[in-house]
């Protein structure tokens, strides 16, 4: 950290930043008050700028919170610390590199002050200058793996071990006492949690030093736990592969952990820096907004200390209610968004529950076959409400008839003739052995028609857009007789695994499976309006 001071007088406080765009780039300045020391963090998710008053200065930051300043920056917020600096954050809609994606010079105004001046934009490049005083800090991530432990891929093509039936069919029945127990939640919290930035209720007393984070172990999932003193403030940033969680009001010695720790946690690190301590989280798997963590702060409770607490697994999607993003309207107001336009007359689309009556599908965390039909349900509410017919091939529990190829083969044959497609929704599953290998969403497709594949790729892409799940990608097969036999495009949707202790869990939510249906609604939508139904228009 430089710290030569810089500025000459006129600007007082730091943080009422200036916002200007020109087309895809925006521009922010930053007067900088004199004796004001700074550091500029290129991170996966904006800037982070950590600010401090030097020695003998006193500096009184106001927080500060501006959505969508500017085209190239969805979200500025500015959060005070007890020490008299603290933490602007400028959120980019694309992540920044050391030198990519944005530049930073300091110049002196007419008034004689100084001023740091910050484009940012996806097509910049340079970082910072050598005019700029303050300190450059950036973020290293590891390479991906190759393949990661839990993560595997199958092939772009697969093909089932036995005719007809869907993927995770064909795995023996599982039952609780054969799956890895699942993950307890975490107290206090639902699933859903994931707080960006936060301040531990009570007054601070100097800077505590941190102890290291406990870590602990569930099947699928690394819970880490921070303990932290009355006064202490946290900012959590995704990594393309880890999250860092700033800290502020606490101290700690430069310290890492041993690599490969567990399979969702390769190493953690502390680091000091001008307003406190990094503590960075280095994961094997992919890291977003809305996905691959989860955490809460646990309140002190008599002599214990507050804990931060921060699940990590690569099965862990957005199960926060669909009304609760800007970008996601409640169901109320879901025809909105999926209404369909441009049709002369209703279209028409086949939605097929799998399973269903004695046959449950696959059993796990859930089963198999009342998931298919509490999503079918609410994928035909919210095709209805945009303005598409929809032919259930059950609305109930129920099968079409005892024998399973002539289920199969009725299913298939409904839409022929009447449908432009054909959509059956399903859950995955694999045999206990390899429960931790299999989560996230898949979709299935067979070449019974030339629109199949684009019809299968619309629904995997809305379907992951809703959830944040982890995408398993697109699998074509012969095999499978409800796609085969069918003669309009269709597709099977694998929507998870109740098999994983984690991946279970978001099936048995009720806001991840509103998201699911409303990814695959949203999908079938996209085809219809890209023309690819048959027998329409």
Do not use: C
Not at 380 to 388: E, F, K, N, S
């Amino acid at each position: 950290m430089s710290t030569a001071p810089v500025g000459a007088g006129g600007a007082s406080v730091f943080g009422a930043a200036r916002f200007s765009s020109v087309g895809s780039n925006t521009r922010v300045a930053f007067d900088l008050p004199a004796g004001l020391r700074y550091a500029l963090t290129p991170t996966f998710s904006g800037l982070r700028i950590d600010v401090q008053a030097g020695p003998g200065q006193t500096q009184t930051l106001a927080a500060r919170h501006l959505p969508s300043p500017g085209s190239a920056v969805s979200d500025y917020t500015l959060t005070p610390n007890p020490s008299g600096g603290g933490l602007a954050f400028l959120q980019t809609p694309f992540p920044l590199g050391g030198q990519q994606g944005w530049t930073a010079t300091e110049t002196t105004i007419a008034s004689g002050s100084r001023v740091l001046m910050l484009n940012l934009g996806a097509g910049l490049a340079g970082g910072a200058d050598s005019s700029v005083t303050g300190d450059v800090q950036n973020i290293a991530t590891p390479t991906p793996q190759a393949s990661l432990p839990d993560t595997p891929r199958s092939s772009a093509t697969a093909t089932p071990t036995q005719d007809q039936l869907p993927p995770g069919d064909t795995s023996p029945p599982l039952n609780s006492g054969t799956l890895p127990t699942a993950t307890p939640p975490l107290a206090g919290s639902t699933d859903s949690s994931r707080l960006t930035l936060g301040v531990v209720s009570g007054s601070s007393v100097g800077t505590p030093a941190l102890t290291a984070p406990r870590i602990g172990k569930n099947p699928g999932l690394t819970r880490v736990v921070l303990d932290l003193p009355p006064g202490a403030g946290f900012r959590v940033t995704p990594l393309p592969l880890g999250l860092r969680i700033d800290l502020t009001g606490v101290s700690a010695a430069q310290l890492s952990s041993q690599p490969g720790l567990t399979p969702e946690l390769r190493a953690w690190s502390f680091a000091p820096n001008l307003t406190g301590v990094s503590l960075t989280l280095l994961t094997p798997s992919a890291i977003t907004l809305r996905s691959g963590w989860r955490d809460v702060l646990l309140p002190a409770s008599g002599t214990q200390l507050a804990r931060l607490a921060i699940d990590l697994s690569p099965a862990l999607a957005d199960t926060s209610p669909l009304g609760a993003l800007a970008l996601a309207p409640l169901r109320s107001n879901r025809s909105s968004m999926l209404a369909f336009s441009g049709a002369p007359n209703r279209p028409k689309v086949v939605i097929d529950p799998g399973h269903g009556g004695s046959d449950p599908g696959a059993i796990g965390q859930v089963v198999e076959k009342v998931v298919t039909l509490a999503v079918a349900l609410r994928v035909r509410d919210d095709l209805t409400a945009a303005g598409v017919d929809v032919i259930m091939t059950r609305d109930r529990d129920t099968q079409l008839a005892a024998s399973k190829t002539t289920d199969l083969a009725m299913r298939a044959a409904m839409g022929t003739g009447v449908a432009q497609m054909f959509v059956s929704i399903h859950v995955n599953s694999t045999e206990a052995s390899s429960a931790l290998k299999g989560y996230g969403i898949e979709t299935w497709w067979n070449p019974n028609h030339p629109n199949s594949q684009a019809l299968a790729l619309n629904i995997q892409q809305d379907a992951v857009s809703a959830t944040a799940a982890y995408s398993r990608g697109l699998r074509d097969t012969q095999s499978l007789a409800v796609l085969r036999e069918s003669k309009i495009p269709a597709a099977l949707v694998e929507i998870g695994y109740t098999s994983h202790p984690v991946d279970g869990q978001n099936l048995a939510d009720a806001n991840y499976l509103d998201r699911v249906a409303y990814g695959v609604a949203s999908g079938i939508r996209d085809a219809l309006q890209a023309g690819l139904g048959a027998n329409w228009r």
